[in-house]
């Protein structure tokens, strides 16, 4: 240990060693991410302006939004920096502070997810006592405590993270710095860390998800038992969209987080890690918008506003 020279940093393999094809992918991705910020941002603001849209669901949506462009922001600007310079280096300091911001931003999405589901149960279960239960001050709490939530279960495998030592080896066989690749090549005994961080994600995925599922096993039910088929259906399509999310979200994130060792190869696991990390968060706003009629009337009521306001100043 004592003649290992300490990393300063690391070298990020990235999507493929193909020069030829990281062309596209640098357009792919340059073009993903400006649409990513783009749609999350339209979200933010028609929720923000339309009255229509000022209830529960949409406050809760519009944090949704803010995690996404800063979980998309944390990993993307990086990788496509990399690309197009050619230099796939990033610092330990810089790679410990992505991985962290990785993990925050992602359990609080995951809080913000269960508080939606808890939002539709109210609102389909107990529609009499919504407004009351549901009122400002509830909403407020609780997006604070997802943002407090996310917060505090990742500080302490952080603390552990940020702890580690690195001095051999500097290769990590990923596109941006997560902690299964990371904690590799820490030169110490990684295993009260590896077990902090599986605990976590116990508490992190499966907590919540228990959330989602008992949520919508109560709602499924109450559905049933609306008599007519257009109310059924009326009613459920209020959920489709965030059940379609929440499919997306937690499969890729158990698949990387929450499975045996050796149980799948890097490479698919990077793909994987492309889905969640820069795929899901250009889907949502596109989820959200093209299966909600709601928020695309205040779109288009939105739109024609700027319309007007514009051919006024001409």
């Known amino acids: ?116 589901s808890v939002d539709r149960y109210i609102a389909i279960c107990n529609p009499l006592h919504y407004s009351t239960i549901m009122n400002g001050r509830t909403c407020s709490l609780l997006v604070l405590s997802c943002w ?22 500097n290769i990590i066989n990923h596109f941006y710095c997560d902690s299964g690749p990371l904690l590799k090549l820490a030169c110490g005994d990684t295993r009260l860390v590896e077990l902090i961080d599986f605990v976590t994600a116990i508490l992190s995925l499966l907590g919540t998800l228990s959330v989602n599922i008992v949520s919508y096993v109560k709602i499924i039910s109450t559905i049933l038992r609306i008599p007519s088929t257009t109310g059924r259906k009326k009613t459920f399509s209020t959920c489709t969209s965030h059940m379609t999310v929440v499919s997306l979200i937690y499969s890729s994130c158990i698949f990387m987080y929450i499975k045996p060792k050796g149980t799948s190869k890097l490479e698919f696991n990077k793909i994987v890690a492309l889905l969640n990390t820069i795929i899901a968060p250009l889907l949502i706003p596109f989820l959200y918008c093209l299966r909600n009629r709601q928020v695309q009337d205040a779109l288009r009521a939105e739109v024609k506003q700027w319309i007007g306001f514009w051919k006024k100043l001409r």
Not at 155 to 164: D, G, H, I, K, S
Request: hydrophobic residues 55%.
């Open 1 to 116: 240990m004592a003649n290992r020279t300490t990393v300063r940093e690391f070298i990020l393999l990235g999507l493929t060693d193909n020069h030829q094809f990281e062309v596209i992918l640098f357009l792919l991705l340059f073009g993903i991410y400006l649409l990513t910020l783009i749609g999350n941002m339209l979200i933010i603001i028609i929720t923000l302006l339309n009255a229509q849209l000022h209830n529960p669901m949409y406050f809760f949506l519009r944090h949704v939004a803010w995690v996404e462009i800063g979980y998309t922001s944390n990993i993307n600007p990086k990788t496509l920096a990399n690309i197009a310079t050619g230099s796939k280096s990033i610092s330990v300091a810089g790679c410990k502070i992505q991985s962290f911001l990785c993990f925050v931003l992602g359990v609080t999405e995951f809080l913000l997810l269960a508080a939606m």
């Open 148 to 169: 407090a939530g996310g917060l505090s279960l990742i500080l302490v495998p952080a603390f552990f993270l940020f702890q580690m030592p690195f001095c051999g080896p």
